[in-house]
């Protein structure tokens, strides 16, 4: 099954997961089915201490499913296996009509690259990142040959990604 994916990436703090929101509202809104895959670091955790979940964690389950009558969840602890590729991670989710990728800055899908002035970092990525097609900023950018949009157009940038991986009804 081919796999409409697109990914928003940049530095910590240049507005990735607000435009993500804003576009899984937006796509949402148009009537597509929007999956979502976001890349964390390190240790993050989404069960708190205490939690029936957790404890199994705790005493070693490899995988945990969380199931209820408005939602579930699947946990997998890595135990020291490597940490998945997206390719693995996309393979287990269900049908939608597009996946957002949020983060995984070096793999091999297409992507919009995230600036902010309050950014950790101002080191364009699209620069050695072929799969950057496009920039959205919340400043001016001069002498791009990418198309750039403003961060807070979620419209337009919605218009782009429908174009570029081919949803249409």
Do not use: C
Not at 17 to 40: C, D
Request: aromatic residues 6%; glycine residues 6%; hydrophobic residues 40%.
């Amino acid at each position: 099954m081919m796999r409409r994916v697109f990914g928003i990436t940049g530095w910590k703090n240049s507005g990735k997961t607000t435009l993500t929101e804003k576009l899984v509202a937006e796509l949402v809104r148009r009537g597509w089915k929007v999956s979502t895959v976001k890349h964390a670091h390190h240790a993050f955790d989404i069960d708190k201490p205490g939690a029936d979940s957790f404890r199994h964690r705790q005493a070693g389950a490899t995988e945990v499913a969380i199931v209820s009558d408005r939602r579930w969840a699947l946990m997998h602890e890595l135990r020291g296996e490597d940490e998945p590729t997206l390719d693995a991670i996309l393979s287990r989710l269900g049908t939608a009509d597009i996946v957002l990728v949020e983060g995984y800055k070096r793999e091999a899908h297409s992507k919009i690259e995230t600036r902010r002035m309050e950014a950790k970092d101002w080191a364009p990525l699209s620069a050695n990142d072929p799969q950057i097609v496009a920039i959205a900023a919340d400043f001016a950018i001069a002498d791009e040959s990418l198309p750039v949009f403003d961060l807070d157009d979620t419209r337009s940038i919605a218009d782009f990604i429908e174009r570029a991986t081919g949803l249409t009804r």
